[in-house]
């Protein structure tokens, strides 16, 4: 036995170590393709290690089935099958496309590369486009004030004014990605959509504090005033239009009380910026992200509205109307209907863009408005005679009228409801009975008293006969 376990108690030979040769470069899914096997490969040595041990050691009664870490037999055993489990997942999840372009936000060039989409062309350009027109055509930042976080945190401190720090983040869409790229050939872009947004998540004062904002938000659009203004477009001498403001946000200035200094990512610094430690500018115009962008947003609308002459609605939230052209404008976020009189609506769109940039007008048929689409379609008299000869017949017809069966109770011709009647009829209630009773104990001289009244015999008397 001495010698069987001597030889079964040998030690073992170390698992191969993972070898990655430096001159060829592996993708990280292949990485994690060879730890599974390493694991796996350490997981048998180690089992026909243990199995061995425990096969010598059947005739001890105080042989154990324990590992040397501590485990059982079936702990082990599962622990090493979740082990493999986690590590199958992480590698379906890495084979993916773009894998080998995407790093690791923790990883020190994280912040000078792109994540996997922004790899495809088209994707990039759309980014670099939003970029381009917030910083050179919109300038909702200004470069040229850049100063260190340090420094304006203690001068805000200094004067005793509120500030705000945020930092800008990009994201990039690809639209319609239901369908197939014929479909999107011929968008800009082929459907990708590049958007810088302000991290509203990230807002700290100049004390670190995270800011709190009001809850206020917009008012919402009624689907029925959408559907009113379609069918009322529909009308002899009426007509309707729909237009879309142009990155509607951004064409508010943020107001001096919401002082904000934004971080731009390392990428998109300009290089007059080099050498700076934490550098922020000041943030000019409203951006998509801000807590309060929504609100900013309509209340502006409404301000400018109103220098044209409408008048809220009364009932439903964004609907106006302009009562000497006689107009109805139901506002969607940055989506505007109109609808009235045909010449009054056409007449109407320039004075609003002379305070606000809209697209391009369009007609209501095969557009969206509220998630919904619309097309017209065209009347068939044929359908139209046969439904108006229908209710003809049917109003001319005489329908029979039914009346209805009178049906006895099944207790109408019961005695004991007769006696029922009679009681009720003398005040009195069977029911009463047992607190009749309780009622003369408590009070034996009201009960003296009845006994005395006359009105109170003749009752008496009644019920007797019956």
Known sequence: MKKAREKYEEPAKA?????????????????????????IQRNRHTNHKNHGQNGAGRSNAKSTESDTDGYGIKERVTKQKSMTEYVDMIARVQEREHEEKRTMSAHPS??????????????????????DKLKNVKKAWDKYEVVEKTDIIEKSKMTGKRLYLGELMELCHLKHSEQSEEFRKDLKFTGYKGRVVFRGDKVRDESGFYAVFTEQSTSASHMSGGKFLDALARMPGMEGQISDAVSAYTQVPLPEDLETYITLPPRRRPESWEGMKE???????NLYGHPLAGLLWGKSCEEKLMKLNFIKMKGWECMYIHKEPCLFLSVYVDDFKIAGKSPNVQNMWPKIKKYLDLDPTEELDESVYLGCGQNDVQPQPERYAAKKSFWQIYQKAKRPTIKPMRTKKPHQNNQWMKILRKLKML??????????????????KQNRELDQDPKAVKKREKMTSI
């Open 15 to 39: 698992a191969p170590a993972m070898m990655i040769e430096t001159d060829t470069e592996i993708k990280p899914y292949e990485k994690i393709k060879f730890i599974r096997n390493q694991h």
């Open 110 to 131: 994280a912040a000078n590369k792109h994540w996997a989409m922004v790899h495809t062309p088209n994707a990039k350009k759309a980014l670099d486009h939003e970029w």
């Open 279 to 285: 550098p922020v500018c000041r943030l000019r115009l």
């Open 427 to 444: 005040g009195r209630n069977p029911k009463q009975k047992h607190h009749q009773k309780q009622n003369q104990k408590q009070n034996p």
